[in-house]
T-cell receptor, first 112, second 108 residues
């Protein structure tokens, strides 16, 4: 049981490049979400999904896309990276929004 | 929309107590508490549901005032392992929104 896995652990991009952050869970959780963490800002919700085929926006969705074609995977796509997207990104999963959130180890992204 | 946490930082000696507060301007369905060590992912501590049900930690307690949309986390007889950043998360219609965090440092 691997829990929540995220790849890559570190990534450096140039402004304007696109990339996908991968998130997978093997706990058969319906609820998955993406957060970004910046100093002094806490954890800010980017997008979330209550089940396969259903996604919705969080607090800071601009510049990011998500899809949920399977229960296990919830990738986050950066369309055209900007320096303001330099951050640590955490994926989380749970049975539901009111249940224990299991966080992945995070991806540290730097945009130059 | 982010809940407000106070204080922003706390410094304690081992054995001392601390209270961390979390308040929201919106109606809440539940309140979650997580602790994060530097360079690591947040770890679950506790969930408080409307109606008073709690799920979580043996050595840490919390309260949830639904009418005031506030929650408090009580850390008693603190240990060195309690050091970290504490986040409250407030559930609002399918979304879990976290506060900006309270940094707790416990010294011997």
């Amino acid at each position: 049981n691997a829990g929540v896995t995220q790849t890559p652990k570190f990534q450096v991009l140039k402004t304007g490049q696109s990339m996908t952050l991968q998130c997978a869970q093997d706990m058969n959780h319906e609820y998955m979400s993406w957060y970004r963490q910046d100093p002094g800002m806490g954890l800010r919700l980017i997008h979330y999904s209550v089940g396969a085929g259903i996604t919705d926006q969080g607090e800071v969705p601009n510049g990011y896309n998500v899809s949920r074609s399977t229960t296990e995977d919830f990738p986050l796509r950066l369309l055209s990276a900007a320096p303001s997207q330099t951050s640590v990104y955490f994926c989380a999963s749970s049975l539901g929004v009111a249940d224990t959130q299991y966080f992945g180890p995070g991806t540290r992204l730097t945009v130059l | 929309q982010q809940p407000v946490q106070s204080p922003q930082a706390v410094i304690l000696r081992e054995g001392e107590d601390a209270v961390i507060n979390c308040s929201s301007s919106k109606a809440l369905y539940s309140v979650h508490w997580y602790r994060q060590k530097h360079g690591e992912a947040p770890i679950f501590l506790m969930i408080l549901l409307k109606g008073g049900e709690q799920k979580g930690h043996d050595k840490i307690s919390a309260s949830f005032n639904e009418k005031k949309q506030q929650s408090s986390l009580y850390l008693t007889a603190s240990q060195l392992s309690y050091s970290g950043t504490y986040f409250c998360g407030t559930e609002m219609t399918d979304k879990l929104i976290f506060g900006t965090g309270t940094r707790l440092q416990v010294f011997p």
